[in-house]
């Protein structure tokens, strides 16, 4: 839901580190970020209300139409604290199972291992992320979950990064 966070603290640090090498003056950040408007889509709200949008292809940014993928398949999707209870788990699994592009597509999910007192968390999107199925044309397709890295400082919470592919089963 939150758009401002991606507006305000996600876009300009995508900017920021597309070119980490150099100092980059204004014109360089408008560039940039022109070529992320044209190429790149940042949404925010409701997983499973956003994967009804993208099927039935009405989803519209303030002011003007989406540029989504026809079909909505995604090369990737990125997903920062969306399995925060098993609901929010359940709907980021079943919005990678529909919206990733057939065995090329990846999702990058980056989650808290234990939400407390709420069932999220890594474990439970990993359950849930099981039991997704797509049959396409006769083929059968599921999620293939894999940890990339765990971040543990010892002293707060750990956090994992997931990479998510669509594949036959």
């Known amino acids: 839901y939150n758009g401002f966070v991606l507006r305000d603290v996600t876009l300009p640090n995508i ?5 980490k090498e150099q100092e980059q003056d204004q014109e360089q950040e408008e560039h940039i970020a022109g070529i992320l ?5 940042l949404i925010s709200g409701d997983w499973r209300e956003l994967s ?3 099927i039935q ?3 519209v940014s303030p002011g003007k139409p989406s540029k989504t993928p026809k079909g909505g398949k995604f090369d990737l999707i990125l997903a920062a604290e969306t399995t925060y209870t098993t609901s929010s788990a359940e709907d980021t699994a079943y ?5 990733l592009k057939l065995d090329t597509g990846v999702g990058l999910i980056a989650t808290k291992r234990y ?3 709420v069932g999220g968390g890594s474990d439970s999107f990993q359950e849930v992320s099981r039991g997704e199925r797509l049959d396409v044309d006769g ?15 010892g002293k707060s919470n750990i956090r994992d990064l997931w990479r998510v592919k669509c594949v036959k089963k």
């Open 15 to 19: 900017i920021l580190n597309c070119n």
């Open 37 to 41: 408007n044209r190429c790149s889509s």
């Open 52 to 54: 009804d949008k993208l």
């Open 57 to 59: 292809e009405t989803l």
């Open 95 to 99: 919005l990678l199972m529909n919206h």
């Open 115 to 117: 939400y407390f007192g």
């Open 139 to 153: 083929v059968r397709y599921g999620l293939h979950v894999e940890l990339v890295c765990e971040y543990n400082d």
